[in-house]
């Protein structure tokens, strides 16, 4: 049982020096002083996230029409009397 619970101590601490790192960041500034890259950076991503989208729902509804088209019945393949 000692074991056990000092590896929970063991995480407790983890947790607390990655929480201490993630709040002073890099070097201890913030924000970033590479921050104009960053806002780039998030603007292409939105922008590439937005268009996939996009183009996923347009690929998924023309699937969903090609699926649902409906066939005439008068085609080489059932063939149809022709009344003259």
């Known amino acids: 049982d000692a074991s056990s619970h000092a590896s929970v101590a063991d995480m407790m601490g983890w947790k607390t020096s ?3 790192r993630l709040i002073g960041g890099a070097n201890g500034e913030w924000p970033p002083a590479d921050q104009a890259t960053a806002s780039k950076e998030f603007t292409s991503k939105a922008a590439a996230y937005g268009a996939f989208l996009l183009l996923l729902y ?3 509804a023309g699937v ?3 699926c649902n ?3 005439k019945q008068d085609t080489m393949l059932f063939g149809a009397k022709k009344y003259e």
């Open 18 to 20: 990655a929480r201490r």
């Open 58 to 60: 347009f690929l998924l």
């Open 64 to 66: 969903w029409c090609m």
């Open 69 to 71: 088209m409906p066939f």
